[in-house]
């Protein structure tokens, strides 16, 4: 199930993001220490802090409007399959996101100097694939399936109060 309105909208990026971000954290450290480790886990929750509120705010104010306007390019609403249009927004959100992300990655927590750039866009490079399968294979099924189940939750909580 996808947002009908602005308070389920600003519900659900929390949440997607949340999820995405959190994911991406344990996998660059992951990246960093040579491998999945335990410590990990609880590691991740201090960069969540910053990373996860610069990821719902580019998501509202920029990102989601944008990639909706870039899937819209090559999928119709009311003529494709839904699927078609979920997997398009969700596609083009990593397109925009993972770059930016990386950005905000490479300048707060990774010492480049000089090599800014580079690091940058090997920081992109690296988290692409991962961000691309996490959010289509595993991040976007699960936040739709638990957001629609608290959606119609809540629906039919008002429907028996009432």
């Known amino acids: ?20 971000v959190y994911a991406m954290i344990c996998y660059n450290i992951s990246l960093n220490v040579g491998g999945m480790k335990n410590f990990v886990f609880i590691a991740a929750l201090g960069e969540m802090r910053i990373m996860w509120p ?11 409007k944008l990639a909706q306007i870039l899937a819209f390019r090559f999928v119709t609403p009311g003529k494709d399959p839904m699927i078609m249009m ?30 800014f750039v580079a690091v940058w866009l090997q920081t ?26 608290i959606v119609k939750r809540i629906a039919k909580n008002k429907t028996v109060e009432a």
């Open 54 to 64: 610069i990821a719902v705010v580019l998501e509202l104010l920029f990102v989601g």
């Open 124 to 149: 992109t490079a690296m988290n692409f694939p991962m961000a691309l399968c996490w959010q289509i294979f595993f991040a976007g099924p699960l936040v739709r399936n638990v957001f629609g189940f």
């Open 1 to 20: 199930m996808l947002p009908q309105n602005k308070i389920q909208d600003v519900f659900f990026t929390a949440f997607m993001a949340f999820v995405m």
């Open 86 to 115: 979920i997997l398009g927004i969700s596609a083009m959100s990593v397109c925009l996101m993972c770059p930016l992300m990386s950005l905000a990655a490479t300048i707060l927590f990774k010492d480049a100097g000089s090599e």
